[in-house]
């Protein structure tokens, strides 16, 4: 017998799904400061401009990689319980 008392957001497979979003949301907010932080050692002159590009670089790429990552988990996750994005 099911608990009539249990929503859908109560439900594993949607706890999960909001984890994942809640990982996904923090990974970004992560890439947001890790840039605004390498704008401003770049202005105080901390990096030349060439430091900073490549780094700038290697940073958006990285950020791409895991922000893809974590998309990909949402989406087989999705797949798997049959939930909407």
């Not at 909001?18 to 605004?36: G, I, P, S, T, V």
């Not at 895991?66 to 087989?76: D, N």
């Amino acid at each position: 017998m099911t608990n009539d008392l249990e929503t859908d957001e109560d439900r594993p497979e949607m706890v999960k799904l909001e984890q994942l979003k809640d990982e996904y949301r923090q990974a970004n907010k992560n890439h947001d400061w890790f840039r605004e932080n390498l704008e401003e050692e770049v202005a105080t002159g901390r990096y030349s401009e060439e430091e900073a590009d490549e780094m700038s670089v290697r940073l958006e790429e990285s950020g791409r990689e895991r922000l893809a990552e974590i998309q990909g988990r949402i989406e087989a996750h999705c797949r798997t319980y049959g939930l909407r994005l």
